[in-house]
């Protein structure tokens, strides 16, 4: 089971900018590595990913120009810089490990259960 270690959630105002970070024990079992984010009452959606070899990104329309992915392979650690936040990006948000690096396709990075292993996430909040 790969680790997920995630930091950087808290709270801050809109218009506000946070960065998160997770970290992996298993680098040859993260190739594709995501953010999701799941508010009160609502579904978990996939907000970002990285395609780890090639640092291809991938947003959710929602965030596109916001939210910048990027990945630091000596650290085995990706990295979501959220800026211009808004109150509806409060939420859990979770990184998320898998092994398939065919997930830009089709969207596939989206979709939850593609991937194997969870952080345990990091709460945003985003308030007056």
């Known amino acids: 089971q790969v680790q997920l270690v995630e930091s950087g959630g808290g709270s801050v105002q809109p218009g506000g900018s946070l960065r998160l970070s997770c970290a992996t024990s298993?680098?040859?079992?993260?190739?594709?590595m995501a953010w999701f984010r799941q508010g009160p009452g609502k579904e978990r959606e996939g907000v970002a990913a990285i395609y780890v070899s090639w640092s291809t990104t991938y947003y959710a329309d929602s965030v596109k120009g916001r939210f910048t992915s990027s990945r630091d392979t000596a650290k085995a650690t990706v990295y979501m810089q959220m800026n211009g936040l808004k109150p509806e990006d409060s939420a859990m948000y979770y990184c998320?490990?898998?092994?398939?690096?065919?997930?830009?396709?089709?969207?596939?990075?989206?979709?939850?259960?593609?991937?194997?292993?969870w952080g345990e996430g990091t709460k945003v909040t985003v308030a007056s």
């Open positions: 298993d680098v040859a079992k993260s190739n594709f």
């Open positions: 998320a490990a898998a092994a398939d690096g065919t997930l830009g396709y089709n969207n596939g990075w989206s979709v939850a259960g593609r991937y194997h292993s």
